[in-house]
């Protein structure tokens, strides 16, 4: 690991390479806080030790610089200085120093206070890696809100493929390939991406996960990446908020572009994580489950919210029923029970 030593006199710094180089640690020396800036321009040292009193830039005024660049900031600090008054440590910590060592110091101390910040470093590392990758991973695909709550807890979202419920949701705009034959591609796109912001914006209100797009498709999750103890009532109540929004949608788009949205939902186990390759990945769920909500999807017509028996159970308190029966779904062998919604 590297560590920067920050110090106008040549003997401190040899002082402080002599103790650390022994343990492994490669020294950085800088005799001014100019020649600190110049050695950070090419380096990225995993620790500072920094004097305070030197000609030309303080440490307390090379700390405050150092702080307001996004590459640097998160650089552990540890003030090595003979300034022992409060008002110095205190403005230390103040401008977002780590530690605070005075001289002359043990250089047992030294060796201890330096293996603290950089076994805490490690952590801290850790956790902004994960919080960056529950950024890259789910920003596209839900609420702002959502990616909060799960940079609270980082260590909690298991990014790798794991058998768990979830709700799969699908929508899909009932004759847009028909239209699609004749429509300019350039209107064509504006009023699909029109359609996908309304079903968007009410599933990720409703707590859902955008999964993907599919042509005039969109698929989504419920209960991941975050549990929801009510799921299955988030998705079907996102299809009738859909449904009902429908209407005023329309009003603004011309009459051959008034189509119907049909949904399928189902509840059930399905491997949910990451797909594809390290250049590639996508959070998605795989199995059974998203197969019955596509195939009760490609069942529904006129706007119908098609859910299975298992969802059905799950919120039969809260919807009221305007068909039920068997269906013969594409790919299955045997009939599915299955439940058209009506939205109030």
Do not use: W
């Amino acid at each position: 690991m590297k560590i920067l030593a920050v110090d106008d006199h040549a003997h401190n710094i040899r002082l402080i390479g002599d103790i650390l180089i022994e343990g492994g640690y490669e020294i950085l020396p800088a005799y001014s806080g100019a020649e600190a800036l110049d050695v950070l321009a090419t380096h990225t040292p995993d620790l500072i030790l920094l004097d305070i009193n030197m000609p030309g830039m303080s440490g307390f005024e090379l700390l405050a610089q150092i702080k307001t660049d996004e590459h640097l900031a998160d650089i552990p600090v540890i003030f090595l200085t003979a300034l022992d008054d409060i008002g110095s440590r205190l403005e230390g910590f103040g401008l977002g120093a780590e530690d605070y060592l005075v001289k002359p110091f043990n250089p047992l101390e030294l060796i201890a206070r330096v293996q603290a910040r950089l076994r805490m470093k490690v952590t801290t590392d850790d956790l902004r890696d994960k919080q960056k990758v529950i950024r890259q991973t789910f920003e596209r695909f839900v609420a702002p809100s959502v990616v909060e709550q799960l940079l609270k807890a980082p260590h909690d979202v298991k990014l790798g493929g794991q058998l768990q419920e979830v709700t799969v949701f699908f929508a899909d705009i009932e004759g847009f390939t028909g239209i699609s034959e004749r429509t300019d591609p350039q209107n064509l796109l504006s009023i699909l991406n029109r359609y996908h912001h309304l079903i968007v914006d009410i599933v990720q209100a409703h707590g859902g996960t955008i999964d993907k797009f599919m042509g005039d498709a969109v698929m989504a999750l419920f209960n991941a990446p975050l549990q929801q103890a009510d799921h299955v009532r988030r998705a079907v109540n996102a299809a009738c908020d859909i449904h009902v929004a429908l209407p005023d949608f329309h009003r603004d788009l011309p009459p051959q572009f008034r189509l119907p949205v049909n949904f399928g939902i189902h509840t059930g186990t399905a491997v949910v994580g990451h797909v594809g390759t390290v250049q590639a990945m996508d959070y998605t769920a795989v199995g059974d489950t998203v197969n019955i909500a596509s195939r009760l999807q490609d069942a529904a017509h006129g706007g119908r919210i098609l859910v299975s028996a298992a969802a059905y159970q799950a919120v039969r308190d809260h919807v009221n029923v305007a068909a039920s029966g068997e269906l013969n779904l594409r790919g299955r062998g045997q009939p599915v029970q299955t439940y058209a919604i009506t939205c109030a």
